[in-house]
């Protein structure tokens, strides 16, 4: 079956505790990216992948790393979490070839920052 | 940079009827992708309907359809006969042809079913 995963999809931390939050996907997609979806703001960017080793910042990268050493997986980093990154969190994945290339996304990730 | 703009935080709907879902966005460019996407309490994002800006015939996907209106830069989606499980929230987003693609979203409607 076709599909994103993330684990964890939940979890509760405390400020400054390293975390990471892994996505993969089994569609051989070039394009990845992770939002952030917070309420009366929709779903904001935060980085994006076009491909292996290529990543960019989003709209709201600050306080996140990611890494795409395999095409296939996408981990988000939270290097020292604070309770402003609170928040539900989604992966997403897309071919770039193609007008009309559908976007799929992981079932998310609920972080809570103590 | 783009925008998109629900100003519609909160609808509700007799079962049956029709509601429609407003959105409209802000872009300089001429090529462009919109989608409707679906959240239910489950967090799934689920794509609904989707429109090329090219294309002037609006989309419809079985009881889902869109007014796309380009030069005002309106993109509204329109549910009929509506049910229990169309409850949601629902978000549009904008996506350019060009550069990154990225998924720009609005602020997202919640959708509510009166039985």
């Known amino acids: 079956e076709a599909q994103v995963t993330q684990n964890p999809r939940y979890l509760i931390t405390v400020t400054g505790k390293k975390l990471t939050v892994t996505c993969s996907q089994n569609m051989n997609h070039e394009y990845m990216s992770w939002y952030r979806q917070d309420p009366g703001l929709g779903l904001r960017q935060i980085y994006y992948?076009?491909?292996?080793?290529?990543?960019d910042k989003g709209d709201v990268p600050e306080g996140y790393k990611v890494s795409r050493k395999e095409k296939r997986n996408f981990p988000l980093i939270l290097e020292s979490p604070s309770p402003n990154q609170t928040s539900l969190y989604f992966c997403a994945s897309r071919t770039i070839a193609g007008w009309n290339n559908e976007q799929f996304f992981g079932p998310g990730t609920r972080l809570t920052v103590l | 940079a783009q925008t998109v703009t629900q100003s519609q935080p909160e609808m509700s709907v007799q079962e049956a009827e029709t509601v429609t879902l407003s959105c409209t966005y802000d872009?300089?460019?001429?090529?462009?992708?919109l989608f409707w996407y679906k959240q239910p309490p489950s967090r799934q994002m689920i794509l609904v309907i989707r429109q090329e800006a090219y294309k002037q015939q609006n989309a419809t996907e079985n009881r889902f359809s869109v007014n796309f209106q380009k030069a005002a830069k309106s993109f509204s989606l329109k549910i009929s006969d509506s049910q229990l499980g169309d409850a949601a929230m629902y978000f549009c987003?904008?996506?350019?042809?060009?550069?990154?693609?990225?998924?720009?979203f609005g602020q997202g409607t919640r959708l509510t079913i009166n039985p």
């Open positions: 872009t300089s460019e001429s090529d462009y992708y």
């Open positions: 987003a904008y996506r350019s042809a060009q550069g990154a693609q990225k998924l720009v």
């Open positions: 992948s076009m491909n292996v080793e290529v990543t």
